[in-house]
C-alpha cells in the first residue's frame, strides 16, 4: 500500500474530512473517559468548533496534512496553527487503523515540523492525552520535551489534569 502525504491550501473534499474528524474526536473522547475526563463533549461539538476555525490551519499561519491512501481514501491527518510569534501548535495527529503500521503519524509530524521551519518559527508545542502512548511515543522518540502547560493550549483548562504538554525546538 503505498499513501500520499500532503500540505493543502483548501480542503476538497469537505465530507471526508468531517468523517475523519468525527472518528478522531470520537476515539480522543474515549481515551478522555477512560482517563476519568469530564463527558462534556461529544464528537460533533468538536468537530463544529473546528470549521469556523479552518484558516487557523491553512496557509499562511498553518497548516493542514492529509494522507491519502491509493484509492484516494482519506486515512490520517494533522494541523499545525500559529500559537505565538514563532511558536506553532501541532493538533489532531490520527491516522485510521487500517493505515497504521505505516509510519504515517511520524511522517505527518515530520511535515508539521518541516513546514514550521519553513515558515521561520523556532518552538512546536503539543499536548497530548497521558494514556495516548502512541502519540507521545512519536513525539518523544523526535527530541520533544515535557513543560508545563503553556498559556496558547487551545484546550479548555479543565482537561488540563488529563494532558501531558510537550515543546520542541527548532533551532
Known amino acids: 500500500m503505498t499513501y500520499r502525504i500532503s500540505s493543502v491550501t483548501e480542503v476538497a473534499d469537505r465530507p471526508a474530512l468531517d468523517a475523519l474528524l468525527l472518528e478522531y474526536y470520537g476515539v480522543i473522547l474515549k481515551k478522555l473517559a477512560v482517563a476519568g475526563g469530564p463527558p462534556r463533549y461529544t464528537p460533533q461539538d468538536l468537530i463544529a468548533s473546528f470549521w469556523p476555525n479552518l484558516h487557523r490551519v491553512l496557509p499562511p499561519t498553518g497548516r493542514l496534512i492529509l494522507v491519502h491512501d491509493e ?101
Open 71 to 171: 484509492s484516494d481514501r482519506l486515512v490520517g491527518c494533522g494541523t499545525l496553527h500559529q500559537a505565538r510569534t514563532g511558536a506553532g501548535e501541532l493538533k489532531r495527529l490520527y491516522v485510521r487503523p487500517e493505515a497504521t503500521g505505516h509510519r504515517l503519524g511520524r511522517a505527518i509530524v515530520d511535515a508539521r515540523i518541516n513546514a514550521a521551519r519553513e515558515m521561520g518559527w523556532t518552538t512546536l508545542l503539543v499536548n497530548a492525552l497521558r494514556n495516548n502512548r502512541d502519540m507521545l511515543r512519536i513525539y518523544e522518540s523526535i527530541g520533544f520535551r515535557f513543560i508545563d502547560r503553556y498559556p496558547e493550549c487551545s484546550d479548555p483548562i479543565e482537561v488540563d489534569p488529563y494532558f501531558i504538554y510537550m515543546q520542541y525546538d527548532l533551532d
